[in-house]
């Protein structure tokens, strides 16, 4: 079924939504993890943001 491998899913909470969204195309994050982009929602960059300003944990990522 086409459009299948179109949905975006958040690398951190499992939130999967479509990537034809221009809105979540803006707040998403990407990232490049071994060579494959891991999406990261709104929510959760937010999340990160605040967890990386308090402290820097690499086991985050
Ligand atoms: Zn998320």
Do not use: F, Q
Not at 29 to 47: F, H, I, K, L, Q
Request: charged share 25%; proline share 5%.
């Amino acid at each position: 079924m086409p459009g299948d491998d179109t949905a975006m899913t958040c690398a951190t909470c499992g939130r999967s939504v479509p990537s034809d969204d221009s809105a979540v195309l803006l707040t998403w994050a990407r990232a490049m993890e071994n060579g494959r982009p891991v999406w990261t929602c709104d929510v959760c960059s937010r999340t990160h943001l605040r967890s990386i300003e308090a402290k820097l944990d690499a086991t985050w990522w």
